[in-house]
């Protein structure tokens, strides 16, 4: 008897880690729409750090190492891009990490019992679950950006956001169970509801740059605008010295 029941149990966790046809589409679907979102947006920050980097090697004949040239167009191009592209960017991409790095974390503590100094945290008797800290990150990222409407703050408070979020989402299916099922069949739950999540967010983030190319307002637009600041920038005196940009 003891073997038998041995047997369900192990067969129910092997159930609950193989993932469903459902699962796998909207992980196909998330998987791309990010992907997709990610080349986007360094093509377009590409773009826009390409300009004054360009102009700053043309002005010195030394030259420079491809890591460092790669280092510096990405600097310039995220400086002049916009901070509400650049927020939805931060946040998708914090989510996404952060729940693939969740699942790798809480996958070696069960199969392992721990990740060097990473462990299951338990306060007395009660096991703290990470959508705690999660909420607890989530809200005050929301709360602060809320508070200082308006300010460039908003796309580095995109990413705790974004954390805090994703920790929360990852035990989804914990919250609406009302009991530990993460490595059930139940549990999988929380897992579409990420994938949901990425899809929405890289919708969203596609809709916005849709509307602004409507507008008139696309890359093109913020690469003249990188350009005009650029030789505003060479007319303060001592700023065209190599290794200063915008």
């Known amino acids: 008897m003891p073997q038998r029941k041995g047997k369900r149990l192990k067969e129910a966790r092997q159930a609950g880690r193989r993932p469903t046809g459902r699962t796998r589409l909207l992980g196909v679907l998330a998987g791309g729409a990010v992907l997709t979102v990610f080349g986007a947006e360094v093509t377009r920050i590409w773009k826009l750090g390409m300009l004054p980097v360009s102009r700053e090697e043309a002005a010195s004949d030394e030259p420079v190492n491809p890591v460092k040239r790669s280092v510096m167009v990405i600097r310039e ?28 974390i809480t996958w070696h503590i069960r199969e392992h019992g721990g990740l060097g100094p990473v462990q299951n945290v338990v306060v007395g008797s009660r096991h703290i679950h990470h959508f705690i800290p999660g909420g607890v990150l989530a809200l005050a990222a929301g709360g602060i950006a809320i508070g200082m409407k308006g300010s460039n703050a908003d796309k580095y408070l995109a990413l705790p956001f974004g954390i805090g979020v994703a920790l929360v989402l990852d035990e989804s299916a914990l919250l609406l169970e009302l009991e530990d099922v993460y490595w059930t069949e139940e549990g999988v739950l929380s897992v579409q509801i990420v994938f949901a999540a990425m899809a929405m967010l890289s919708a969203l983030a596609y809709l916005i740059r849709m509307l602004r190319q409507t507008q008139g307002q696309d890359t093109e637009s913020d690469w003249e605008m990188a350009a005009k600041a650029w030789d505003d920038l060479q007319m303060i005196p001592g700023s065209g010295e190599p290794g200063i940009g915008l």
Not at 80 to 102: C, D, P, Q, W
């Open 77 to 104: 191009g995220y400086g002049v891009s916009r901070t509400r592209e650049n927020a939805l960017f931060n946040m998708l991409a914090s989510f996404s990490v952060t729940f693939g790095i969740t699942r790798g």
